[in-house]
């Protein structure tokens, strides 16, 4: 069974300290002994071998410039959405328990990020398959596609406080 320090995860830097992606801490500490990464950040935790101890890495940067090709955009799934919206509904400020086409799909609504957001199962229901405007509805604040380096490699991951400086997330997004 592996050390509790070796069951984490790694943000994983470019060389230009660009992030990359998330790895598990044992890769990390492999990138970093066969001198392919090196170390920025790290844990209390340290993992000891025969002839040598390393100090579990929370953020390594590669010792060489990877260029990535990164997909378009983050993929839509409801966990996502809840993610994005804060795990309310939209329409009532409650406690979001499904999603909800805004404009429904028997009219034609697309099922995009800007057409998706979260609800709860009471205002679901109550909407429908009819448009806000026959409701007397209306959105705080219109659906958008997620963007920026968090969103793009950890999707709905939790963030870890140590990686927040490298992925331009503010202090207020839940740890």
Not at 13 to 42: F, G, H, M, Q
Not at 140 to 163: N, Q
Request: hydrophobic share 40%.
């Amino acid at each position: 069974m592996p050390s509790p320090g070796t069951a984490g995860a790694t943000l994983l830097l470019n060389a230009t300290y660009e992030p990359l992606c998330v790895v598990s801490s044992r890769r990390a500490i492999v990138l970093v002994l066969a001198e392919k990464a090196e170390p920025v950040d790290s844990a209390a935790d340290v993992v000891h071998a025969e002839r040598v101890s390393l100090p579990v890495p929370v953020v390594v940067r590669l010792t060489r410039y990877v260029r990535v090709p990164y997909p378009a955009s983050v993929p839509l799934s409801r966990r996502a959405v809840f993610t994005r919206d804060g795990q309310v509904c939209v329409y009532c400020g409650g406690s979001a328990t499904s999603i909800d086409h805004v404009v429904p799909r028997s009219r034609g609504g697309t099922h995009t990020w800007d057409n998706v957001v979260a609800a709860c199962r009471r205002c679901n229901h109550t909407k429908a398959d009819r448009s806000l405007a026959e409701m007397g509805w209306a959105l705080p604040h219109p659906p958008r596609t997620p963007s920026g380096a968090a969103w793009r490699l950890l999707g709905t991951r939790t963030v870890d406080p140590r990686w927040r400086d490298w992925l331009g997330v503010p202090e207020s997004v839940s740890a």
